[in-house]
């Protein structure tokens, strides 16, 4: 089975300036690259509480016999709800690792890779109903151009869902990963060697089937407001559509003191902002990258909740 291999360990778990009695929350446990460091800067009080919502990943971390440790399977859109039913305290920080696990690529029957035959399912959480097939065959034209625009940012949209439609209609329904990364290839242009034209287009439906961007703008307030004073929150993404989220999320939060100019105010009457930025983008180092091409897109940004407010 293939490995996953964590990305940006060093850098995040030091950003998240573990203390060793703290609860610690890993949104994305993954196959716990960044669980096991966090559970080696904890003494005997602390804890980490780990959330996945792939059945394997959970499989996993039951593995990790540490009664400081607990794995709970479950969209971390839930982390709310998860915190109050358990009856936790506040976490002193939070991890979210974000997209895929290099299991989930490399298992053919996860469909998510373009390289490896088999059903188009992509789905994160087996336990879900809807897959990437129910989409490619029962949206219409205008959802599908619509699907590939806003999550593929794919210019070639409309000749991909025009030759989707066409298939369809004259063969039938669309089933398999490689079916779809040849119908994508045949429909557009190939400029970009290095690039299979049909990677935009899976990761439009990726994202949809999972809603990955709806699940990440639902949890940044929640994992904001669910930490502690001077708690600490650092988020690994892996494509501008993620990051954009994240970074909209802290500006939000740092233009508390937007006052028209020239209006009179004294400095007392300007709201501080609720955060501070730990450190500026950080992306992985060239050594990483050579030795792990998945983390060459990998961006680290790191807020501290410095009050209550907002
Ligand atoms: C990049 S991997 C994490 C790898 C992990 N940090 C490690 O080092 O092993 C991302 C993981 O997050 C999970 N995931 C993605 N979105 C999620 C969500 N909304 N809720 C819970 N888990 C999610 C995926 O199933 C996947 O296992």
Redesign the pocket.
């Known amino acids: 089975m293939s490995k ?4 940006m ?1 060093h850098e995040a778990i030091n950003a998240l300036d573990i203390i060793s009695n703290g609860f610690y929350i ?10 096991k460091e966090i559970l080696k800067k904890l003494n005997d009080d602390g804890r980490l509480l780990a ?4 059945l394997e ?1 959970v499989k996993e971390g039951e593995t990790i016999k540490d009664k400081r440790f607990e794995i709970v399977h ?4 839930d982390l709310k709800d998860i915190l109050k039913k358990k009856n936790f305290q506040k976490p002193n920080g939070i ?1 979210m ?5 290099s299991p ?1 690529i490399d298992e053919a029957e996860r469909g998510f890779s373009f390289q490896l035959d088999s059903k188009l399912d992509m789905r ?2 087996q336990s879900q109903k809807l897959t990437a097939s129910d989409i490619i065959n029962n949206y219409d034209y205008d959802e599908l151009v619509k699907l590939l625009y806003s999550y593929g940012e794919e210019k070639f949209a409309k000749k991909i869902v025009k030759a989707i439609i066409k298939y369809r209609e004259e063969k039938g329904k669309i089933l398999r990963t490689i079916e779809l990364a040849d119908l994508v290839n045949k429909a557009i242009p190939k400029f970009d060697s290095k690039k299979n034209p049909a990677t935009q287009t899976f990761q439009a439906l990726r994202i949809k089937v ?1 809603e ?1 961007l709806l ?2 703008e639902e ?1 940044l307030p929640a994992a904001f407001e669910a930490l502690k004073k001077n708690g600490r929150l650092a988020v ?1 993404s ?1 494509h501008s559509l993620e990051d954009r989220i994240i970074k909209n999320f802290i500006k939000d939060r740092l233009n508390t003191d937007k006052v028209p100019k020239k209006i009179p105010i004294f400095q007392k009457q300007i709201k501080s902002p609720p955060i501070r930025i730990i450190q500026k983008l950080q992306t992985p180092s060239k050594s990483e990258v050579l030795k792990n091409k998945r983390s060459r897109s990998a961006k680290l940004r790191v807020i501290e909740k410095i009050s209550e407010e907002r």
């Open positions: 996953h291999i964590p990305v360990l890993d949104c994305t446990f993954g196959r716990g690259g960044h669980s959330l996945d919502k792939d990943a479950a969209s971390f859109k991890l690792d974000l997209g895929i696990s989930q994160m959480n999972n990955e699940e990440i949890v690994i892996f």
